[in-house]
């Protein structure tokens, strides 16, 4: 009898036991499945981050090349500019040239008109 016992709880252990290594061998399943999606997840992300990454960092060079394309005509500018303030300086003096010869030229008729002949 003692002998039908220990078979018995050879059995019942012996099952317990497998169904340990089952249950075991399940939870290690799920755990791997768990762990292969977040990893995809995170892989996911990390095409979806790389992506903006370069988008911006395309971005940032077509600024750099519109701020370069800016200075120029910003330098460009100013040098018209410039151009423009002389030219304009010029014409100035020209023009108070021929506003005080056309003073003169009054002047001259002026006299001519009320000189010692034309009294009255």
Not at 74 to 96: D, F, G, M, P, V
Request: some cysteine; overall charge positive.
């Amino acid at each position: 009898m003692n002998n039908n016992i220990q078979n018995l709880l050879k059995l019942n252990i012996s099952k317990f036991l497998k169904i340990g290594t089952l249950l075991f061998c399940l939870m290690c399943l799920f755990f791997a499945i768990h762990m292969a999606s977040k990893y995809e997840y995170q892989k996911t992300e990390t095409g979806i981050q790389r992506n903006k990454v370069k988008e911006l960092e395309e971005k940032v060079l077509e600024l750099s090349n519109t701020k370069r394309e800016l200075s120029q005509i910003r330098h460009t500018l100013a040098q018209e500019k410039e151009q423009l303030l002389k030219e304009l300086n010029a014409l100035q003096n020209k023009y108070s040239e021929m506003e005080g010869w056309k003073i003169t030229m009054e002047k001259e008729k002026e006299s001519l008109n009320n000189g010692p002949d034309n009294k009255q």
